[in-house]
Structure formats: structure tokens, C-alpha cells
């Protein structure tokens, strides 16, 4: 989760550097074989929702065979996530709409034309 919990000037090189890694293990035991980014997303816990929309086209268009975004909705503030209730309340936030379904900007670029109204 690029952002949300990493030190970018740390530990996350960024997703060319992670995948070219990734790649040339894979090109030597298995070069056919798939990367997929089972799970990536950005909090807007911060109210960053033009963040989350970049970060979204960015992951969209690194050099992977899939990509999954973490949630479409927000968790329910009533809800306790896998460490306990409000334990980060940045786990509370990385849906494309609010926990009672109100878009955010990535949920409205989405549903007014897709990936190109985002690109724009």
C-alpha cells in the first residue's frame, strides 16, 4: 500500500524497481509465469482522495499481469478489523466510497467514464 503505511523514502522503491526484481527471479525459474499485485490500495484517511485516484492509475499501469485494489467501500466504523476496533484508522479508509456508500473521487471518476475519465 504505497503511501498508507510505508516510508516511500525508505523501504517502498516503487513499483518498477519491487517488479523488475520479481521478474528476473521469475525469468530464471519460471519465466511464463505471472505477476499479479494481489492487493494494493491507498487510505484516504488524510481526506486525500486525489492521492487514492493517482496512486489507483499508477498501480493500474505498472508492468503486471493483474492488479487488485484492496476494497471498493470503506470499513464500517462499527466493524473491528483483523488487529482490533479502530486499531489504525487508516484501515478505515481505503474504499473508492465512504463505509455508507457516498463516492469519493475515485468511485465518481470510475463510474462517469471508467478508466479514461480517470486518466484525464
Known amino acids: 500500500f504505497p503511501g ?17 526484481e520479481m521478474r528476473k527471479v521469475l ?7 505471472e505477476i499479479w499485485i494481489t492487493e494494493t490500495g491507498y ?13 489507483f492509475m499508477v498501480a493500474l499501469n ?8 484492496y ?10 478489523v483483523q488487529e482490533g476496533l479502530w486499531f489504525d484508522p487508516r484501515h478505515y479508509h481505503l474504499g473508492a ?3 455508507d456508500n457516498q463516492p469519493k473521487l475515485l468511485a465518481r471518476l470510475l ?6 475519465r480517470l486518466a484525464d
Open 71 to 80: 476494497a471498493w467501500q470503506d470499513v464500517p466504523p462499527d466493524v473491528a
Open 43 to 55: 487510505s484516504t484517511w488524510r481526506k486525500d482522495e486525489i492521492e487514492q485516484a493517482r496512486r
Open 62 to 69: 505498472v508492468d503486471a499481469d493483474r492488479m487488485y485494489w
Open 27 to 33: 525469468d530464471r525459474y519460471n519465466p511464463g509465469a
Open 4 to 20: 498508507t503505511w510505508d516510508s516511500e523514502q525508505g523501504a517502498w522503491g516503487g513499483w518498477d524497481m519491487h517488479l523488475g
Open 111 to 116: 463510474t462517469e467514464g471508467g478508466i479514461d
Open 97 to 99: 466510497v465512504s463505509h
